[in-house]
């Protein structure tokens, strides 16, 4: 698939990883009234931006409740704080015009709903009990009489030992939107991405380059070396791509050069099919971050839709035109950071 290759400066991260939390665009309760003539969609590593201009071509003013829907999630110490992965700063626009939005909390705690135990007892839900990280404690769940509290905890819902609240998180802003009659409206809405990362060895590029590996290779072993395959993969990356990659790494003589560090941002682009078919005009535009000069630099593949063209707008930004596009697959972003090799072999780990 068509992609494109940046090259920019970003600190290299640690040894640790993290899956992507991929939210998306506005869905419709199956509003085949209302068409996407356009949606302008631009991604980087810090903020996802969306425009829509939504065209009701019916003689009549369509009434219909419009959600950006939060992928479900826990609660614990391996979790992104409920602050993020509830996207706590999405910000909504109609027209130009802020519009608020209400917030759908349910609980579920092994496929069973518990959101009517916990509305009683005032625990808010999205929160879990407006948690505090550096405190340790669920204030919500410790204003609670002992007996309650016990019970509570009989019935799975917080531990005994630690207040972490047990129960999965589905969490929708929704609210309701007029598209008048032979008219257009214009909606925006953005948020910060929850971005995945992973530490890849440089055998698995190598693998990918190669279409081959051999046997007994020290570094890596069967499983890890799969799903790094499947992770880099998911990014499309080019042959030109990856010689770039391996290259840099292969240079690079610091310490960590045995790695890539491969970030990406998740988009759900599939949630326009539950409007009225098909986006009109849809444009991509993914962007880079700021340069920092003498630090690692950023190259950055993903699978254009519909194998697309990528256009190189400028030095930062690069672009994906398609008219009547009828999403197919979701949208991955990677952003991998590498050593910048002048910096590095200036002042070398030897």
């Not at 209400?102 to 609980?107: D, G, N, V, Y």
């Not at 941002?265 to 003498?294: H, Y």
Request: net charge negative; aromatic share 10%.
């Amino acid at each position: 698939m068509a992609i494109c290759t940046v090259f920019v400066a970003m600190p290299v991260r640690g040894d640790d990883s993290a899956a992507a939390v991929g939210a998306g665009g506005l869905v419709a309760r199956r509003e085949t009234r209302v068409a996407m003539a356009k949606e302008v969609l631009k991604i980087s590593p810090s903020k996802v931006v969306v425009d829509y201009d939504f065209w009701n071509d019916t003689d009549e003013d369509v009434t219909t409740e419009v959600a950006f829907p939060i992928p479900p999630y826990e609660h614990g110490p391996d979790e992104w704080p409920a602050e993020k992965t509830s996207f706590s700063d999405f910000r909504l626009t109609v027209d130009g015009e802020p519009v608020k939005y209400q917030a759908e909390s349910r609980a579920f705690l092994k496929g069973k709903e518990i959101t009517g135990v916990l509305n009683a007892d005032r625990i808010d839900i999205a929160t879990f009990g407006h948690y505090d990280w550096k405190k340790d404690r669920a204030p919500e769940f410790a204003r609670l009489p002992n007996a309650e509290q016990s019970r509570l905890v009989k019935l799975g819902l917080f531990d005994s030992d630690e207040p972490w609240g047990n129960w999965t998180v589905h969490l929708q802003y929704h609210w309701t939107q007029v598209f008048p009659a032979k008219s257009t409206v214009h909606i925006r809405h953005e948020y910060t991405p929850i971005q995945g990362f992973e530490m890849m060895p440089r055998a698995t590029i190598r693998k990918a380059l190669h279409e081959s590996l051999l046997a007994g290779d020290p570094e890596v072993d069967a499983t890890y070396g799969a799903e790094d395959a499947k992770l880099l993969g998911s990014f499309c990356p080019e042959p030109r791509f990856l010689k770039s990659l391996e290259r840099s790494m292969t240079s690079a003589q610091v310490e960590d050069a045995a790695y890539g560090h491969p970030h990406w941002v998740d988009f759900i682009l599939t949630s326009a099919n539950t409007w009225k078919q098909p986006i009109k005009d849809f444009t991509l535009t993914v962007e880079r971050e700021a340069q920092r000069a003498g630090e690692s630099r950023t190259m950055v593949s993903f699978c254009s839709p519909e194998r697309a063209e990528v256009q190189k707008i400028d030095a930062e930004h690069f672009q994906v035109h398609l008219t009547n596009l009828v999403p197919k697959a979701e949208l991955r972003i990677g952003f991998f950071d590498v050593p910048d090799v002048k910096a590095a072999n200036s002042s070398s780990v030897k």
